[in-house]
């Protein structure tokens, strides 16, 4: 059986005041007893963000980092950084990175690598565009980028990773997935990871849809045998994030 894990993804939303604020008005309605709960937060409200937390079982998430452990790279954060603070996931691949920042299959592969490596739970992102959807090549495109994003990751680091479907456009759109249109594509997902690692390792590997989720919405979403809980955008940064996390 596993455990559901629902993570909220700020993206560049909330200062380190702010940020704390947030989580002052959440903590103590969130249930953590049913799902591992995960706030992928800023890299400058991190600090505030863990110890704001210190008190729940509440996890510690970032939304991206490089995948060398030092060196010239202006502007980027390293794995060891992340650890350091008390990061335990770390989102990689988000399309919103693949489609502004120039993330590819290659860069996100490394940095899955990397993360594993550094002891961080990799939150990898995959989804297909509208067009793409419209073109019938959905299964054909999450398949691909779950195959690249996982090279030469061995089937014991394999079970480590959280996957998280996320369709282009159903995000920040309002337009949900059905549930059977993310029941779906995650199952096909799980079939890739069975392919690629076995029954064993697609058993246990956690699965997300992720895409305008709700607490209106959560609950038939989660409830979906192949869907293992969320990541969530919007409805993080508000009150919202309680009722889908205690869906
Ligand atoms: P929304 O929930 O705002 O659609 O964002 C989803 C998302 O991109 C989470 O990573």
Redesign the pocket.
């Known amino acids: 059986m596993r455990k559901k894990i629902i993570a909220g993804?700020w993206?560049m939303n909330k200062n380190h005041n702010e940020a704390v604020e947030l989580i002052n008005s959440l903590k103590s309605g969130i249930d953590t007893d049913k799902s591992d709960v995960v706030v992928c937060v800023p890299y400058v409200d991190l600090l505030s963000v863990k110890e704001a937390i210190k008190d729940t079982n509440i996890s510690l998430g970032a939304q991206n980092m490089h995948f060398e452990d030092a060196g010239a790279y202006t502007g980027e954060i390293s794995a060891p950084m992340l650890k350091e603070i008390g990061v335990k996931y770390v989102?990689l691949g988000?399309?919103?990175r693949r489609a502004y920042f120039g993330e590819t299959d290659e860069t996100v592969n490394k940095k899955v690598i990397k993360a594993l490596q550094s002891d961080l739970i990799p939150i990898l992102?995959v989804g297909e565009s509208l067009e793409e959807r419209e073109l019938n090549i959905t299964m054909e495109v999450v398949r691909i980028q779950v195959k690249k994003a996982l090279a030469n990751v061995s089937k014991e680091d394999a079970k480590k990773v959280v996957i998280?479907y996320?369709p282009i456009w159903?995000?920040?759109?309002?337009k949900v997935a059905t549930k059977e249109q993310a029941e779906e594509v995650c199952k096909e997902i799980r079939t890739v990871i069975e392919e690629c690692y076995g029954k064993e390792v697609a058993d246990v590997l956690r699965i997300q849809y992720?895409?305008?989720?709700t607490g209106d919405s959560a609950n038939e979403l989660f409830n979906m045998p192949n869907i293992d809980g969320g990541?969530?955008?919007?409805?993080?940064l508000k009150d919202d994030f309680i009722k889908v996390v205690n869906y």
């Open positions: 993804n993206k989102v988000h399309s919103e992102c998280a996320e159903a995000i920040g759109t309002g992720g895409g305008s989720v990541l969530v955008g919007g409805a993080s």
